[in-house]
């Protein structure tokens, strides 16, 4: 019965989104305001496809509007990361004493060696995508990811090893002040946080963009730290 | 003029710093807060004869409105940013000594991430950024809620990381329909466009918003979380969720049907939903025995009556609703900040172990009734003045339809009397239960001494003299009223 | 292209489905992997190399870590709620 | 001396009193009483000081309306009403509340509870009047809870009720703002001449409903005997006599002060004019009362019930719109403040020394150990059954000769029966008290101390001064009647100078004076009287053992099972089942939180496909 009416809930739900999506434009406003969805002036999406690349002298325009247009979600997004990880540990700190440890069953030699050769590579992989995120698909985030991901491989396979909390700790902090001191910087300068405040130089060079390779470092570190530090805790080994 | 974006930007750097000040130095972490929040209280209110003038807009990075995000602090964003700072700071001095177990440093940074996130919601201009703030109050509050780590908290918190998931869900597809729709995320240039909601495509993306919203601003059938998670979670945080989480939720449904919108057909609507919210919240709160669900459950009933006010669509009846928001908020943290070191008093949350708490903690206990009395509306206390103002602008509207639900409403008052006035007497005049323990670790510190001292002055002088606040609510209640004015000074020209 | 893409999203909702109704939570965090998969891939062809990376590396590859740790430290089987 | 200066006085006492009272407990009593005296100083002091110079705007803003307070003979007079009783009061709870706990909080809500009531007479504007009102409402619900116990109970019922009357009022006062754009009382009544007689119906409802809770008036009355027999003995006095007063205060204030006479008269036709059916609840609110209060054993019920009861003269009065009818109204109101007052403090004097007991099947002969307290019942009593020489004879005789020459047979026959009641139910009180056999255990009882005596005999005093001298509460009254627009009557100082049922006091006195004279001759002239000892239990020829014997007990048993059929409390049954109800309803309300995040979800998922549909099915946006 109950599976019965959510499911017909659900449907009605549905049919509401379907009815929005299929173009069937119900009112008047729909005709005149579509037609022009494709104008830089009505739909600001086209202005930074078109514009961005000038205005910011970033190859990835994904990258200005993360970091420049829209950089104040991005630090909300940062923070919300942030929040998840911290708030992971402070449920976690409770627990911790009761918890028994569980015993570490260290990994066969193969799986080990090969863990501790391929850390380095993974980080460096990561490094690359984020400090290049200005220029190529990825950035700061997914470049922190990858990073994460690497200490998650050291986790599984080399038990007993792994982060320091205090470090994370202080990478954490570091990487998020870092980030708002180039916001506030702009606003000392020009007035307006988050602002470009950088020289650009030219489009595609690895030293461009302004404070856009800045920000998506800072968010790379951020990202990862707070990443390795979820992990961290969830393993149930972290000091 | 300091820009406004230092209310989100300085708190956020001090929360990002406490981890290495953690390091140097155990004791520092806890007065983080403080800091925080005083410096946002002073900005804000530094802010508010500015913004009385005319909203501030800011933008960020450097570009123009609709091409960026931008905040908009106008009257009543001021004066809500005001108002959590202000019960932030005195949350903040309570917290310093009644957090006492789990990770405490872990606590400030969360804390300080809800009222930033409170306050961007309150402050920002651009639909999308709407709901990364609010994401940002949302999830430090699912943190806190089971920061405690017991098995009731984390119930309470995983059941209302379900609903509040479910709610940012909904709010995402709905902003994801705006956008389709309009190509802009900006508020004001999507209200520029909006001709009316008559649109079905534009009805599903504002269902969506005040659904999403609604599951934080604890609308009646999406309110299942929050008896839960006010009662579980530590009284300080209670005292924060009811007092402004869940009007944040509130205040974004406000702006979403006023400005973007300009939905007015929909509003008797939510002002039936309203008083049900209302009735419901006062029925449930009744026969509690636990006394913070019973205040958990008093806070729907505020909340119900809050949008109420909301619905009415008129000046008075928005300014009524901002004021109740401002005076519920100050009520309902007392309330908690009290009942929580009765609780370690008396080890127990049921009210009955209360009784006769009036003569173990007399100044906790004076302050409790003072925040009830004003709950109920009794003059000469806050809560008499917002909701006077409520009921004039209900009968200052003339319709039939909205008296008829203010004469329902105002049984829920009567309600709200007989359970406030019944802990009321089991505070002074019921004698204490024999075998309740004396636990030496209730004694109350002067650092929430100080917070629920304040809470009552500052209750029983708004009360005597609303003019404090009153000269806001005018203007607060044009900035969400007055649509055009709004598109004009975001938008320029 | 189009038909490749309604495949996908076949999968996904297939996959989701099947999230929601596996017992062994093991194989519902797989089954949400694949959903993320699938999206991460349909991102790809839709331009967004971008979010195609963000969702591959977190959605599929952190989050189900994740989630095998969290199933790790309680209980593998979701127990038969009641069915009314 | 302005309005202001006396509320100053009023609230600063309550709060100076509270903190004395953590300094030295004399301090405290010497405050209590110091600032209760001072403030009926200060009234009578400010007697005749009318007019413009003291209306005082004391909060130019409040959310845009201005709060002000004014001096008017209607003020006046209740306000010297008002603190005279509280005074005489504070000053009985000197002894009689020696040795209790809690005692600054007991002196500084007393005077709280004044302070409101002052407040409601002296306001300009019904805004403050409401804020007084509440504060008045809420002090007096903490100061019936004070004894605990079963006075928690009475203490709920009290506030739960009042706080209907409060809403009811918020709604037609802001009525009148939406209306008229303004809440001062001088404005209102120029601008609601012109207004529709339904929207003054509607008005005079709304409002009647509080003042109809404060004043008891049935069915609204349910709370009164609870709460009056559960406050300690000074409060109930002032609960009684003035508290329960502002209910008329304010009918007087809504009905003829802003409504107006000429509207209230024309309200609704023939049987169902307004006045004609407030009236007939008066008549029912005197008849059933006062025989509920036969039924009773407890003292202060007793008394309860017949404050309530005597409330229907007043109204009964007051409805009438003629001159003689309201100023009996008024009169009466003093009147039974004076001596319900003075029953109650006797009460509570024999409670003191008796230690707690208010059974009248328990009580009995103190005539001799408690002479004072006998005295002041006796006169009490008097009063109340209205007595000639005594004031309640005088306002009765108002309300009778304003029944009869308005011809309203069947009410006036009400209000004769009720006045049956009243002598049959206070002799039980005066004689189950302090006639008959002195029970052993009471041997050593002794007299009042002195501080109770003073306020009893005070009210004696002042029962015989009115009862004599009425012309003295009449010119006052005549001053009020002045302002609303009534015609003024012929006084003397002796009572009514001309027309049908003159009267005078002074010619009536002789003749009381000559018959009391004949009376005590002719018992010189009897025989002589022998004395026996009280306790002496002698009946019928065999003696009876010492306490078993009490003559009074089940004194009217025979007339009780005639009546008592009829006189349940059907009303407070109602409101017993209605609560209960809901409470049920409540309980099932709460079920809606199962406690289960899935039906949680649901709901929301529900109440986002409600609003599709709605639009998808009907498209209501």
Same mark, same amino acid.
Request: with cysteine.
């Given at each position: ?31 005149? +305001? ?18 961005? /690349? ?66 380095? /590579? ?38 007993? +090893?792994?982060? +320091? ?8 902090? /570091? ?18 946080? /988050? ?45 | ?23 140097? $130095? ?19 209110? $530094? ?12 933008? %960020? ?79 430090? $509050? ?134 049900? %919210? ?67 008093? %008396?080890?127990?949350?049921?009210? $009955? ?107 029983? %002088? ?32 | ?84 | ?67 002000? @307070? ?20 504070? !000053? ?25 009531? @002052?407040?409601? !007479?002296?306001?300009?504007?019904? @805004? ?14 903490? @100061? ?234 006796? !006169? ?242």
């Amino acid at each position: 019965m109950r599976r019965l009416i959510s499911l017909l809930l659900l449907l009605i739900v549905a049919l509401g989104i379907f009815l929005c999506f299929s173009g069937a434009s119900f009112g008047a406003e729909g005709a005149s +305001r579509a037609g022009k969805l494709t104008e830089d002036k009505v739909n600001f999406g086209r202005r930074y496809a078109s514009r961005g /690349l000038e205005e910011n002298k970033a190859g990835n325009i994904v990258a200005s509007v993360v970091v420049n247009y829209r950089g104040f979600d991005t630090l909300g997004e940062v923070t919300v990361l942030f929040i998840a990880a911290v708030g992971l540990a402070a449920i976690l700190h409770a627990r911790r004493e009761e918890a028994t440890p569980s015993k570490a069953e260290p990994a066969s030699l193969i799986v080990f060696t090969g863990c501790r050769f391929l850390f380095p /590579l993974i980080l460096l992989l990561g490094a690359y995508i984020f400090i290049h995120g200005h220029l190529t698909p990825g950035g700061g985030f997914q470049g922190g990811a990858v990073v994460a991901s690497g200490f998650l491989l050291i986790y599984l396979g080399c038990r007993g +090893r792994g982060l +320091r909390s205090a470090g994370v700790a202080v990478a954490e902090s /570091l990487s998020g002040l870092a980030f708002l001191a180039v916001a506030l910087v702009g606003l000392a300068v020009g007035g307006s946080f /988050l602002l470009n405040f950088l020289p650009k130089g030219s489009a595609f060079a690895l030293f461009s963009g302004g404070v856009i390779p800045l920000i998506y470092v800072a968010i790379g570190f951020k990202v990862g730290s707070e990443l390795g530090g979820i992990i961290d805790n969830l393993s149930g080994e972290a000091r | 003029m300091v820009s406004p974006i230092l209310l989100i930007a300085v708190p956020l750097g001090l929360a990002f710093a406490i981890p290495v000040l953690g390091l140097a $130095s155990k004791r520092v972490p806890r007065y983080v807060p403080v800091i925080a929040m005083l410096f946002n209280l002073v900005v804000s209110v $530094s802010l508010l004869p500015h913004a009385l003038k005319a909203p501030i807009v800011v933008r %960020t990075a450097g570009w123009a409105p609709p091409y960026s995000i931008h905040l908009v602090a106008g009257p009543l964003g001021v004066l809500l940013s005001s108002l959590i700072a202000l019960i932030g700071l005195l949350v903040a001095v309570y917290g310093i000594d009644y957090i006492r177990e789990g990770a405490k440093v872990k606590y400030q940074i969360l804390y300080i991430l809800m009222l930033v996130g409170a306050t961007g919601v309150v402050l920002t201009g651009d639909i999308f950024n709407l709901f990364v703030f609010f994401e940002v109050l949302c999830i430090s $509050s699912y943190a806190l809620v089971a920061y405690r780590g017991d098995s009731t908290g984390v119930e309470a918190g995983a059941k209302y990381l379900i609903q509040g998931a479910i709610g940012s869900g909904l709010v995402l597809i709905g902003i994801g329909l705006v956008y389709g729709t309009f190509g802009t995320l900006t508020m004001a240039d999507i209200a520029a466009n909006v001709s009316s909601v008559g649109s079905f495509r534009l009805f599903v993306s504002l269902a969506f918003l005040i659904t999403g919203f609604g599951v934080e601003a604890a609308i009646f059938p999406l309110n299942g979380w929050l008896p839960d998670a006010h009662s579980s979670a530590p009284s300080s945080i209670s005292a924060i969720l009811s007092g402004i989480a869940i009007k944040a939720g509130l205040y974004a449904i406000a702006r979403v049907v006023y400005t973007v919108y300009g939905a007015s057909s929909i509003l008797p609507f939510l002002a039936v939903l309203g008083i049900v %919210t209302l009735l419901i919240g006062e029925m449930c709160a009744f026969g509690q025995e636990d006394i913070k669900r019973l205040l958990a459950f008093s806070s729907i009933g505020q909340m119900g009556l809050i949008l109420f006010a909301l619905a009415l669509a008129s000046a008075t009846g928005i300014s009524g609703a901002v004021f109740l928001i401002v005076s519920h908020g100050l009520a309902k943290a007392l309330l908690f900040l009290a009942s929580g070191y009765m609780i370690y008093r %008396t080890g127990s949350r049921d009210i $009955s172990s209360l009784n006769g708490i009036g003569k173990r903690m007399p100044i906790m206990s004076l302050c409790f009734t003072v925040g009830a009395f004003s709950l109920i509306g009794l003059p000469p206390f806050v809560g008499f003045a917002s909701k006077f103002t409520i009921v004039r602008a209900v009968l200052g509207t003339g319709s039939t339809f909205f008296i008829t639900l203010l004469a329902i409403g105002l049984i829920g008052t009567v309600i709200e009397g007989a359970y406030f006035l019944r802990i009321v007497q089991g505070f002074y005049f019921k004698p204490a239960p024999e075998d309740s323990p004396e636990q030496t670790e209730g004694k109350v510190p002067f650092s929430a001494l100080v917070p629920v001292g304040l809470l009552a002055v500052l209750i029983l %002088t708004i009360g005597l003299f609303p003019g404090i606040v009153g000269r806001v609510l005018g203007p607060a209640a044009d900035d969400l009223l007055d649509r055009t004015a709004y598109v004009q000074h975001v938008m320029g020209d | 292209m189009i038909v490749f893409q309604t495949f996908l999203v076949l999968v996904m909702i297939v996959a989701a489905l099947a999230a929601a109704r596996f017992g062994d939570l093991l194989d519902a965090v797989i089954a949400c992997a694949l959903v993320s998969l699938m999206a991460s891939i349909i991102f790809y062809f839709l331009q967004a190399p971008d979010v195609a990376m963000a969702e591959a590396s977190i959605g599929a590859g952190l989050t189900t870590a994740i989630f095998i740790f969290a199933i790790n430290r309680s209980i593998r089987y979701e127990e038969n709620e009641k069915t009314d | 001396m302005s309005p202001q200066a006396i509320l100053i006085t009023a609230f600063a006492g309550a709060g100076l009193v509270f903190l004395a009272g953590k300094v030295h407990s004399h301090l405290r009593d010497f405050l209590a009483v110091l600032s209760s005296l001072a403030l009926v100083g200060l009234i009578a002091w400010s007697h005749g000081q009318y007019g413009p110079d003291n209306e005082i705007v004391y909060v130019p803003d409040f959310l845009g309306m201005e709060l002000a @307070l004014r001096l008017n003979p209607l003020a006046w007079f209740f306000a010297i009403y008002i603190a005279i009783i509280n005074a005489a009061s504070v !000053v009985f709870s000197l002894s009689y509340m020696k040795g209790k706990e809690k005692l600054g909080f007991y002196y500084s809500m007393m005077l709280l509870v004044n302070a409101g009531m @002052l407040g409601i !007479v002296l306001s300009g504007d019904f @805004l403050s009047f409401y804020i007084f009102w509440e504060i008045m409402s809420w002090s007096t619900y903490l @100061l019936i809870s004070y004894r605990r116990g079963p006075a928690l109970h009475a203490g709920m019922k009290y506030i739960i009720m009042s706080l209907v009357g409060s809403c009811a009022m918020l709604v037609g006062i802001l009525s009148l703002y939406a209306q008229f754009g303004t809440l001062q009382i001088a404005e209102l009544g120029e601008a609601i001449a012109g207004s529709s007689s339904g929207y003054v119906l509607f008005i005079l409802m709304a409002m009647g409903i509080a003042f109809g809770v404060k004043f008891a008036i049935l069915p609204l009355h349910t709370w009164m005997p609870d709460a009056h027999s559960e406050a300690v003995s000074p409060f109930s006095a002032v609960l009684s006599g003035v508290l329960v007063r502002m209910g008329m205060y304010g009918f007087l204030l809504v009905m003829y002060s802003i409504v107006g006479l000429k509207t209230i008269l024309n309200l609704g036709a023939g049987f169902f004019n307004f006045h004609y059916i407030l009236s007939w609840l008066g008549a029912i609110t005197i008849v059933i009362p006062t025989f509920i209060a036969l039924l009773q054993n407890d003292a202060k019920k007793l008394l309860a019930w017949h404050g309530i009861g005597q409330g229907g003269y007043m109204i009964l009065g007051m409805a009438f719109g003629t001159s003689l009818g309201v100023a009996g109204g008024i009169f009466h109101t003093i009147n039974h403040g004076s001596y319900i007052a003075l029953l109650f403090l006797v009460v509570g004097a024999v409670e003191y020394r008796t230690g707690g007991v208010r059974d009248l099947n328990r009580l009995g002969g103190l005539i001799q150990r408690m002479p004072v307290a006998f005295f002041g019942c006796l !006169v009490g009593i008097m009063g109340l059954i209205g007595m000639p020489l005594t004031n309640g004879f005088v306002s009765k005789w108002f309300i009778y000769k304003t029944l009869i020459t308005e011809g309203h047979p069947f009410l006036a026959f009400m209000a004769f029966v009720g006045t049956w009641g009243t002598i049959l139910s206070v002799y039980k009180l005066l004689h189950n008290m302090f006639l008959g056999q002195l029970p052993e255990k009471y041997k050593e009882v002794r007299k009042a101390p002195i501080s109770m005596q003073i306020p009893i005999l005070f009210f004696c005093f002042v029962i015989f001064l009115f009862g004599v001298l009425p012309g003295i509460p009449l010119r006052a009254i005549q001053g009020i009647q002045d302002t609303m627009g009534f015609a003024p009557l012929q006084l003397t100082m002796w009572g009514l100078a001309s027309g049908a049922g003159a009267l005078n006091m002074l010619n009536i006195c002789f003749a009381i004076v000559i018959a009391f004279a004949v009376v005590l001759l002719l018992m010189r002239l009897g025989a002589k009287p022998r004395r026996v000892p009280q306790e002496d239990s002698y009946a019928a020829g065999s003696s009876v053992p010492a306490g078993k014997y009490h003559h009074s007990v089940e004194f009217y048993n025979p007339l009780y099972q005639m009546i008592s059929p009829y006189l349940k409390d059907r009303v407070d049954q109602f409101y017993y089942w209605a609560a209960d109800k809901a409470q049920g309803v409540f309980e099932l309300t709460r079920r809606i939180y199962t406690g289960y995040a899935g039906t949680y979800v649901l709901y929301i998922i529900s109440f986002l496909a409600l609003l599709i549909f709605l639009q998808l099915a009907w498209e209501i946006w």
